[in-house]
């Protein structure tokens, strides 16, 4: 077995050889098989803020919120105005997950803050931990600078369960409909 880096990528080979005498006609098996496994790179907007204008465009993209009240609160967040921050996971030079810390995502209980938002994955690198990684670590550093409990809006059910988060209450947002509201402690 073989393991080299080459990138971003990582390549295993495994190579099953049986050899048996030629005499006994026995038949020569060889399988090799590759497995590659990608590693990403975690980060957050201030270990890199070079990311701030791409990271903007990107999560306008994902949710359709202007670019420019995604760059204010990263702003405040680079500028040290808040400690609510933004979370990358990159893929190389193209970001394939992400979300942020904001005081209130949408909806009537403004005493539930402050919320994790913007929480996406894109779909092909999905079903790879992107997001739980993403999860524990904006947690673990809001729980470094004192900042607890977190809140979260969403209408999926049996995810963020897996990461420590508890159903709360349902919330009144922008939808006609409520939407479950998530804490982690």
């Not at 005499?23 to 590759?34: D, F, I, K, N, P």
């Not at 049996?158 to 709360?168: A, D, M, P, R, T």
Request: glycine fraction near 8%; include cysteine; aromatic fraction near 14%.
């Amino acid at each position: 077995m073989s393991l080299c880096n080459a990138g971003s990528f990582f390549f295993i080979i495994v190579v099953e050889v049986d050899f048996f005498c030629d005499v006994c006609y026995t038949c020569v098996r060889q399988t090799e098989r590759m497995i590659t496994m990608k590693t990403y790179q975690y980060i957050t907007l201030r270990e890199r803020p070079e990311w701030r204008e791409k990271a903007a465009q990107w999560f306008h993209e994902k949710w359709g919120v202007p670019k420019e009240a995604y760059l204010a609160c990263m702003d405040s967040y680079l500028n040290k105005d808040t400690e609510y921050g933004w979370y990358l996971c990159l893929d190389g030079d193209k970001i394939v997950g992400g979300m942020g810390v904001i005081e209130n995502d949408f909806h009537e209980r403004k005493d539930l803050a402050p919320n994790v938002c913007a929480v996406y994955t894109e779909s092909d690198h999905r079903k790879q931990g992107i997001a739980g990684k993403l999860l524990d670590m904006t947690v673990d550093d809001m729980r470094s600078k004192g900042i607890t409990p977190l809140y979260l809006v969403t209408d999926h059910t049996g995810f963020y369960e897996k990461y420590g988060w508890e159903f709360l209450c349902m919330v009144q947002g922008s939808d006609p409909e409520p939407t479950r509201m998530y804490v982690h402690y």
